[in-house]
């Protein structure tokens, strides 16, 4: 009966930091998407000045909140919406909409997926 104890204990701490470690992940998209919406919107009416302060927004948010999440998921998806975002400020800077646009749509698509890929589901699982 001793043996099973641990096993199980460790179990439970695991779906515990699984649940707390998810939570974290889908509550940090959403803020993170929330500031990119606004951000599109900015560019989308040309308001340069909104704009470039929102991806500077979107940057800090970005690099305070993912330091955690780094230890949870693959550093690829990260590095990528991380220089998504810095062209994407630099973007906003000398107003080219174009380019703007393109940067926050795969930044946005980038944190969806994030999110996407914590839903409990078979394909997630396997």
């Given at each position: 009966m001793k043996k099973v104890i641990?096993?199980?204990?460790?179990?439970?701490?695991?779906?515990?930091?699984?649940y707390y470690s998810t939570k974290y992940i889908n509550s940090t998209c959403d803020k993170l998407s929330e500031i990119a919406y606004e951000t599109e919107s900015s560019i989308a009416f040309e308001q340069w000045d909104d704009a470039y302060i929102n991806s500077m927004v979107l940057l800090t948010s970005y690099e305070k909140d993912m330091s955690i999440v780094t230890l949870f998921l693959n550093h690829e998806e990260l590095d990528i919406i991380y220089n998504e975002t810095l062209k994407l400020t630099q973007y906003t800077k000398e107003e080219d909409k174009t380019h703007s646009l393109s940067s926050i749509h795969l930044v946005k698509s980038l944190i969806e997926g994030i999110k996407e890929g914590q839903k409990i589901t078979l394909r997630n699982i396997l």
């Open positions: 641990l096993p199980f204990v460790l179990f439970l701490a695991m779906l515990v930091g699984l």
